[in-house]
């Protein structure tokens, strides 16, 4: 079983930027698809972007296309997602998700149900 950790969610301005880490033990990391979403009081967990377990393939809401960039490194054990040119909506709380085997396949997973395990979010504050 895995365990994810986030880190590097804090204050920036908007147009700013931030790189979130996740980093996962317990699990062969490389065989876990895994995901970021956020969540905002009062609302359903949002999906953000999404990568494959070799890192392939990647995918990103429409939202966030062209400013965060999902990546992921199986050597650390880590996954990131790099955020530029923040905007005041983009404040949340953000999670790591890992889709473990045997139904990681080779693929990206959009839905918050695909994935069976979860880290317990870094806030992310973006100020206008």
């Known amino acids: 079983q895995v365990q994810l950790v986030e880190s590097g969610g804090g204050l920036v301005q908007a147009g700013g930027s931030l790189r979130l880490s996740c980093a996962a033990s317990?699990?062969?990391?490389?065989?876990?698809?895994m995901g970021w979403f956020l969540q905002v009081p009062g609302k359903e967990r949002k999906f953000v972007g999404a990568i494959s377990r070799n890192g392939v393939r990647t995918y990103c809401a429409d939202s966030v296309k062209g400013r965060f960039t999902i990546s992921r490194d199986n050597a650390k054990n880590t996954v990131y997602l790099q955020m530029n040119s923040l905007k005041p909506e983009d404040a949340a709380v953000y999670y790591c998700?890992?889709?473990?085997?045997?139904?990681?396949?080779?693929?990206?997973?959009?839905?918050?149900?695909?994935?069976?395990?979860w880290g317990q979010g870094t806030q992310v504050t973006v100020s206008s």
């Open positions: 998700a890992a889709r473990g085997p045997p139904n990681s396949g080779y693929g990206y997973y959009v839905s918050a149900r695909d994935y069976n395990y």
């Open positions: 317990g699990g062969t990391f490389s065989s876990y698809a």
